[in-house]
């Protein structure tokens, strides 16, 4: 499976971005659809994760109702709508595609990753 990731950019804080991650190379509902991030000198950290049909998510503390994950099976895309940005959520961010888990390592794809930038 294949990930591209895409929507990115800069938003001042209180703004706005929806992030596409478009799969190929496999059954999309096969996999729950993580998202990660990564802030500069930081480790990796977990966003939210969506089940393969899209019925259930989970969400990182530090976005939960802020950020909303959904996907579309017959688009073979998932979404990330981030809200109520904050300077603190600026990082590259990440979908991946494996198990309905928070932990990274148990995710089998990744997408290249897109940059998220919020200006105070």
């Known amino acids: 499976v294949q990930l591209q990731a895409s929507g990115g950019g800069l938003v001042q804080a209180g703004g706005s971005l929806r992030l596409s991650c478009a799969a190929s190379?496999?059954?999309?509902?096969?996999?729950?659809m993580g998202w990660f991030r990564q802030a500069p000198g930081k480790e990796r950290e977990f966003v939210g994760v969506?089940?393969?049909?899209?019925?259930?998510?989970y969400y990182a503390d530090s976005v939960k109702g802020r950020f909303t994950i959904s996907r579309d099976n017959a688009k073979n895309t998932a979404y990330l709508q981030m809200d109520s940005l904050k300077p603190e959520d600026t990082a590259v961010y990440y979908c991946?595609?494996?198990?309905?888990?928070?932990?990274?390592?148990?995710?089998?794809?990744w997408g290249q990753g897109t940059q998220v930038t919020v200006s105070s």
């Open positions: 190379g496999g059954i999309f509902s096969d996999y729950a």
């Open positions: 991946a595609a494996g198990r309905y888990t928070i932990r990274g390592d148990d995710y089998n794809y």
């Open positions: 969506i089940n393969w049909s899209g019925i259930t998510t």
